[in-house]
């Protein structure tokens, strides 16, 4: 007896999600508005594909037999390898590369997609995920950072984020490359140190100072008991990060006024250093730009803690925060943090062309703005109605083709509409597709209505919750009957009118919760 074969399991892969129709509706209204700011600011758009060759990716990818850790890869018929793109920015670097002698420099640019992490997927933390970005590549001058970072306020604004409830912090990782290069960690065969050293730096948040003392020095052990190895810094090294990561204001770290004197002694040790001295003087100048544009310290503020951390920033850093509370997955209230940020990578574009092409740019993480932004309740509010209805009574071509016409007038008015598709024989089914899709209105006509001209029109919002929470019910259902009879060329304007009562009537409904 042949053995039956086993039915197909349908399974979504791990990090992965399938979006619903008010998600994708919630992101196009998001990326409109973030999009309406980048234009007023002169960006253009452009599209680069989601795969990339594996090596224009970035310098610190693994190099092995299948080069697949932290991002998704194949190999193509000619044995190259590809890989999904991690990011935006290094696929904008590859664009201006290849197309330098067309490209006008200065370039201001911004482009929304989705990015790829081979990573392992835990609460929140997803595979594929959209970025939305902007950048400027070919100006070398710190005010394209300071633009930067007035588009990301102007940009948190748009999205009805009031001043107070975010950010953005700037930093200089001039700075922090000075220190490093003081303590003896500078040059390419450091750079694994340089990194832990950073991402030590950026668990401040977390761990407060006397963590990243521990991840600075020797290493340190959790509540669980798991150890992580320190990057052994010495103590000097480690007093002046932590001076720098402590400041709650660059003001306390320099003086200004006097040929850039620095305030402690422990800062004090690194001031010969070119790279530190150049962090900070440039952190000044992005300050006095932006305050003498308006933009005050309770939109921009510089914040010498800031770290991002991945290798290719080489001067401003910058990091969009919000800063109203949320409730985390184990219940605590916490802030609810960043939801973009990015900084200025000169080193990038050079990588495939041996010329200095400066370049800054920010990122948008679309998915977590979008959580905040529904926290809020500034998101995903849009009155989108579903179709109106229009029923099948006779399934004859004829009667089909009448049917379709009225479907077609009402799309015509700018109507959603829909005619049932499914088996007409059974009306029944027609009304409780028409529940469960949410429609509004129902339009039916039979053969005796055909016959008379006349159509009739169905109100499906009638009796539901929504009308039981109208305070003068009585009044509401004597001026809207549930069902009315008019003459066939009078069905546009009796449900555009009607569609309008149901929307005032939602709006007195939500004015009087």
């Known amino acids: 007896m042949a053995k039956k074969p086993n039915k197909l399991k349908a399974r979504l892969p791990r990090g992965f999600v399938d979006r619903s129709a008010s998600d994708i509706r919630a992101t196009d209204e998001l990326l409109g508005r973030i999009r309406e700011v980048y234009e007023k ?70 482009r929304a997609g989705w990015v790829f992490r081979n990573e392992k997927p835990g609460p929140g933390r997803f595979r594929q995920f959209m970025q939305f970005d902007a950048d400027t590549v070919g100006a070398p001058g710190v005010q394209a950072d300071a633009e930067m970072c007035m588009m990301m306020s102007d940009t948190m604004e748009a999205l ?22 003081a303590i003896g960690l500078g040059g390419e065969e450091e750079s694994e140190r340089r990194l832990t050293v950073l991402r030590a730096m ?32 010495h103590p000097d090294a480690i007093e002046a990060i932590l001076e720098i990561l402590d400041a709650s204001a660059i003001d306390d770290l320099v003086d200004y006024t006097n040929d850039l004197t620095f305030k402690t002694a422990a800062l004090s040790k690194f001031a010969i250093n070119e790279h530190f001295e150049a962090g900070f003087t440039e952190l000044k100048l992005i300050s006095d730009l932006v305050k003498g544009a308006g933009y005050m310290s309770d939109r921009i503020s510089i914040d010498p803690s800031v770290v991002r951390g991945l290798e290719y920033y080489t001067g401003p850093v910058y990091e969009a925060e919000l800063l109203f509370d949320v409730t985390n997955e184990k219940g605590e209230v916490v802030q609810f943090g960043s939801v973009g940020g990015g900084g200025r990578y000169d080193g990038l574009v050079k990588r495939f062309t041996g010329r200095d092409v400066p370049a800054t740019g920010f990122s948008i993480g679309v998915s977590r703005l979008m959580t905040a932004l529904k926290n809020l309740g500034k998101l995903g509010s849009a009155d989108v109605v579903a179709p109106v209805l229009v029923t099948v009574m006779d399934g004859e071509t004829a009667a089909l083709a009448r049917y379709q016409k009225m479907v077609q007038d009402l799309r015509a008015a700018g109507i959603r509409a829909e005619m049932y598709q499914g088996n007409w024989k059974k009306f029944g089914n027609q009304l409780k597709y028409a529940d469960r899709r949410d429609c509004p209105i129902a339009i039916i006509q039979g053969s005796d209505e055909r016959d008379a001209g006349e159509i009739q029109i169905k109100d499906l919002i009638e009796g539901k919750l929504l009308s039981e929470e109208i305070t003068d019910n009585v009044t509401w259902r004597e001026s809207r009957p549930a069902q009315v009879t008019v003459k066939e060329d009078a069905l546009v304007d009796t449900v555009r009118q009607l569609l309008a009562d149901q929307a005032e009537d939602r709006r007195r409904a939500i004015e009087g919760r």
């Open 202 to 233: 950026d668990k401040h948040d977390k761990f407060g100072s006397e963590g990243v003392r521990l991840l600075l020095g020797d290493g340190r052990k959790d509540e669980s008991g798991d150890f992580t190895a320190g990057a052994k810094l």
């Open 41 to 110: 600011y002169g960006f253009d758009p452009v599209e680069t594909p989601a795969f990339e060759y594996t090596d224009c990716l970035g310098k610190f990818l693994p190099d092995t037999d299948r080069p697949n850790a932290g991002v998704f890869s194949v190999q193509d018929d000619d044995e190259q390898w590809m890989s999904l793109r991690y990011d935006l920015t290094a696929p904008l670097a590859r664009h201006v590369s290849e197309n330098i002698n067309d490209i006008q420099l200065p370039y201001r640019t911004y």
């Open 160 to 181: 009805g984020i009031a001043r107070g409830d975010y950010v953005i912090r700037v930093n200089n990782r001039k700075v922090l490359d000075g220190v490093m290069e």
